[in-house]
């Protein structure tokens, strides 16, 4: 009877935990969250610099987002060039 009762309050506790972790999010947010976080220099946070970037690491920070912007930039501009000449 003891095993029961056991194996029944076990199935509770796993089924109680396994919900509490679940918050909604998709794989795809996540993973989606964790790359907008490296484009705005959030992986060069450190444990001395919480919550600002490392200012060791401020330089390299200016220039990826440089390199970002750029890049958006340059595929806005051929994705214009492309529609523009896509005229029917």
């Known amino acids: 009877m003891k095993k029961i009762a056991v194996a029944a309050l076990s199935l509770v506790v796993l089924a109680a935990s396994s919900s509490v972790f679940a918050e909604g ?10 790359i907008e976080a490296q484009q705005n220099g959030l992986d ?3 444990d001395t610099s919480y919550p600002e970037v490392n200012p060791i690491f401020a330089q390299q920070v200016a220039h990826n987002k440089e390199a970002l912007a750029a890049k958006a930039a340059a595929n806005h501009v051929a994705s214009g060039a492309a529609t523009a ?3 029917n």
Not at 25 to 34: I, S
Request: charged letters at 20%; proline letters at 0%; a positive charge.
């Open 25 to 34: 999010k998709t794989r795809a947010q996540v993973y989606q969250e964790l």
């Open 44 to 46: 060069y946070v450190t």
């Open 85 to 87: 000449g896509s005229v």
